[in-house]
C-alpha cells in the first residue's frame, strides 16, 4: 500500500521490460502482483508530474494486466470507457516514457485516441459509448468472418447512461461475440446515483456468494459471470479466461476499488480523482500565483444565494456535482437537488417538465456534454419556450483535456433556436448578473463560461446587463473590436495598444444590431472575437446581420479555426489559433493590408 507521492521516479525493473502487452504475455502469472504493485507506483509518479485523472485508473491496474494477459491485443478489440481508465492501458501498450508528457502541448492524450496507437480501439473521451462500439466491431468481425475478440470495459458510473442499456438490449438480439466487462467501483466522479446502483450495491452485500445481479442481466439475454474480486488475479484470470471461451454477448462483472494502493485515495476516491501536477514550493523569488475563484465557483456561490430567496429554484447535473460546483448546493438545498447520473439526454427533459409545474430549474453541464442533450433542448426546451436556464461550464477551449472535452460549437447549435437567449460573460461580475437574468427570463436561456479562474471585473461600477444590449470600453479609431466572452481583458490590450474601439458585446442572441449599426458607418473594419469555432458562432451572427442590412463594411472573424484543436494548456491553444494579443494584431494586420 503507497501512502505518499514519491518525489523521485520509483525503481520499476519488472515494468520496464514491458514494452508490449507481447512481453507481458511472457510473464508467468506468479510476476503479475509484482509488476501490478511497479505499476501502481509508476502511475502515481507519473501524474504527480503532468497532472491527470488518477483515482480510476489505480482501480483498474489489475483488471488492465489480466486483459492484455488473456487476450491478443491489438488483434483483440479493446474499448475502454470511461476513458480516464486507460492510463494504465497507455503505460502497457509502449507509451510509459511517454506518460511523462502526457496531456501536454505535442504529449499524449489523456484518452484513449485511434491515431495514438493500435492499441488505441475506439476515442472514449465521453463515457457511455463502449458497448455500442465493441458491439459494432463484434458484428464488423463476424461480417468479416474473423475469429476476434471484442471487449468492452465499461465503468466509473458509465453503465448509469441509457446509451449503454440500448446497447446491451440490441447485443441481445444481434448473438454477437462480444464480452462486457463491469468495473463496478461504486464510483463516477461522486457516488453512483440512482437505481442501477443502489440495486447493485445493496445485491453485494446481501448475497455475495449467489448475487441475484445475475438475474438482471440474465433477464437482458446475456451470459453473466461473477462478480470477482478485481483485485485478485488468482480469480480474475480464471474468470476472464470463462468469460473469453463462451460465445454469444455475455458480461463479466468485476468488483474494484477506485484509488486501490494508494491509501489516500481510497479513503477518498472523490478527491482523489485527478491530481494536479506538483509544482515546487512558492518561496521569497518564487511566490505561490493568488487564486482566484474558478467560474464554476462564482456559478455555484450564485447558485445558493439564489435558492436561499427563491425556493422555485432546483439545481440538476448529469454527474458532475464537483465539476461544475454544487456541493454546496447539495448540502444546503438537498430536496433541490438532482444528480440524473450520466444521462444528459434525461436532465434536460426532467428539466422541461419542472418548468412545466413553474419550477425554476437551472440545469448545468458542460459545453461538450451538453450536445449529448440537444435534441432535448430543441425539442423538449426550446420549442416549447420552457423558462430553463441552462448553465454552460466549460464552454471554449479546455486545455489538458483536449478536444473530446472541448466546448467549441455551443453558440452555434443554440443561437439558431428561436427564443433560446444567449450570453457570455466576460468577467466574474457579468456572470452573476447573466444568470440573475436567466434566471428571471421568462423562457430558455443559456450562459456560457469557460474552465478554469474567473477574470476579475472592469475598474468602476459595474454596468448592469440589459437583455441584448453590449457596453462599449473604449472608443477608437479605424477598427472596431467586438469581444464575446472571457477573451476581453485580450482585446482591450490589443485595443488600447493600436487605439481601436473596443465593445463588450454579451449576447449572441440577441443580438445588438443597433451597435453593430453605429460602429459599421464609423470603421473601416469589424473584428469579432470569441472562444468558439469561427463556423456558425458569433461572428456568423454578425455577418448575418450586416448582410441582411445591406452593410459593407469588412467585417473579420476570429475564433477556433475549422480543425481540431488537440490537448495543451489554455494558452497555448488560445496562440494557436490566433486568439492571444499577437495573433489578433497579426490578423488584423494582415486584413487592413489587403
Known amino acids: 500500500m503507497l501512502h505518499q507521492i514519491p518525489t523521485l521516479r520509483p ?7 514491458i514494452d508490449s502487452p507481447r512481453d507481458l504475455r511472457n510473464l508467468p502469472p506468479s510476476q503479475l502482483p509484482q509488476l501490478a504493485r511497479e505499476l501502481r507506483a509508476f502511475l502515481l509518479y507519473s501524474v504527480s508530474q503532468t497532472g491527470g485523472h488518477f483515482g ?23 474499448v475502454w470507457d470511461v476513458g480516464h481508465q486507460s492510463y494504465p492501458h497507455k503505460i502497457l501498450t509502449g507509451r510509459r516514457e511517454q506518460m511523462l508528457g502526457i496531456r501536454q502541448k505535442g504529449g499524449l492524450s489523456p484518452f484513449p485516441k485511434r491515431d495514438e496507437s493500435p492499441y488505441d480501439t475506439f476515442g472514449t ?8 462500439a465493441a458491439l459494432g466491431m463484434a458484428l464488423a468481425h463476424r461480417l468479416q468472418g474473423q475469429t476476434r475478440h471484442a471487449v468492452a470495459v465499461i465503468g466509473d458510473g458509465a453503465m448509469t447512461a441509457g446509451m449503454a442499456f440500448e446497447a446491451l438490449h440490441h447485443a441481445a438480439h444481434t448473438g454477437a461475440n462480444l464480452l462486457v466487462v463491469l468495473n463496478d467501483n461504486d464510483m463516477s466522479i461522486s457516488r453512483n446515483e440512482g437505481g442501477l446502483a443502489n440495486y447493485l450495491a445493496r445485491q453485494l452485500k446481501q448475497n ?24 485478485d488475479f488468482s480469480l480474475l484470470l480464471p474468470a476472464l479466461e470463462r468469460a473469453l471461451a463462451e460465445p454469444g454477448p455475455r458480461l463479466l462483472h468485476v468488483i474494484t476499488r ?18 494536479t ?62 444528480d440524473v447520473a450520466i444521462a444528459e439526454q434525461h436532465a434536460a427533459t426532467l428539466a422541461a417538465g419542472l418548468a412545466c409545474r413553474q419550477m425554476k430549474p437551472v440545469l448545468a453541464i458542460y459545453s461538450t456534454f451538453l450536445q449529448r442533450a440537444y435534441d432535448q433542448v430543441v425539442h423538449d426546451i426550446a420549442l416549447q419556450k420552457l423558462d430553463v436556464l441552462l448553465a454552460v461550464d466549460r464552454a471554449g477551449l479546455v486545455g489538458e483535456d483536449g478536444a473530446t472535452h472541448a466546448g467549441c460549437f455551443d453558440i452555434t447549435y443554440l443561437r439558431c433556436l428561436p427564443h433560446m437567449v444567449v450570453m457570455t460573460p466576460a468577467d466574474e461580475d457579468e456572470l452573476e448578473q447573466m444568470l440573475t437574468l436567466g434566471h428571471e427570463y421568462p423562457g430558455p436561456a443559456a450562459v456560457r463560461y469557460p474552465r478554469g479562474s474567473a477574470a476579475l471585473p472592469q475598474a468602476g461600477h459595474p454596468i448592469p446587463v440589459r437583455l441584448g444590449k453590449s457596453r462599449t470600453l473604449r472608443s477608437g479609431r479605424k477598427v472596431a473590436l467586438l469581444n464575446f466572452g472571457p477573451l476581453l481583458a485580450t482585446a482591450r490590450q490589443v485595443a488600447e495598444a493600436h487605439d481601436y474601439t473596443l465593445v463588450d458585446m454579451r449576447f449572441v442572441t440577441p443580438l445588438d444590431q443597433d451597435i453593430i ?54 494558452q497555448e491553444q488560445l496562440s494557436e489559433c490566433g486568439l492571444d494579443a499577437t495573433g489578433i494584431e497579426t490578423s488584423i494586420r494582415q486584413r487592413m493590408g489587403s
Open 11 to 17: 525503481p520499476t525493473p519488472l515494468l520496464d521490460q
Open 208 to 231: 455475495t456468494d449467489t448475487p441475484v445481479t445475475a438475474e438482471l442481466f440474465k433477464a437482458l439475454e446475456l451470459g453473466y459471470i461473477g462478480p470477482v474480486d478485481g483485485h
Open 277 to 338: 501536477k506538483l509544482e515546487p514550493p512558492a518561496t521569497a523569488h518564487n511566490p505561490a500565483p493568488v487564486k482566484r475563484p474558478k467560474y464554476c465557483n462564482v456559478f455555484g456561490r450564485w447558485l445558493c444565494t439564489t435558492a436561499a430567496v427563491d425556493n422555485r429554484l432546483v439545481g440538476i447535473t448529469p454527474a458532475m456535482r464537483e465539476g461544475s460546483d454544487l456541493v454546496a448546493f447539495s448540502e444546503r438545498f438537498p430536496e433541490r437537488y438532482f
Open 56 to 78: 480510476a485508473g489505480l482501480g483498474v491496474v489489475e483488471l488492465t494486466i489480466a486483459l492484455h494477459y488473456r487476450l491478443q491485443t491489438p488483434d483483440d478489440d479493446l
Open 125 to 132: 473521451g465521453h463515457s457511455s459509448t463502449s458497448i455500442s
Open 517 to 570: 449599426n453605429q460602429l459599421a458607418a464609423h470603421h473601416e473594419l469589424l473584428v469579432s472575437i470569441e472562444d468558439h469555432s469561427i463556423r456558425g458562432g458569433a461572428g456568423s451572427a454578425i455577418a448575418e446581420h450586416l448582410q441582411a442590412a445591406e452593410l459593407t463594411t469588412p467585417l473579420l472573424i476570429l475564433g477556433i479555426p475549422d480543425r481540431w484543436i488537440a490537448h495543451a494548456s489554455r
Open 258 to 275: 477506485k484509488g486501490k494502493g494508494f491509501a489516500p485515495a481510497e479513503a477518498d476516491p472523490v478527491g482523489y480523482h485527478s491530481l
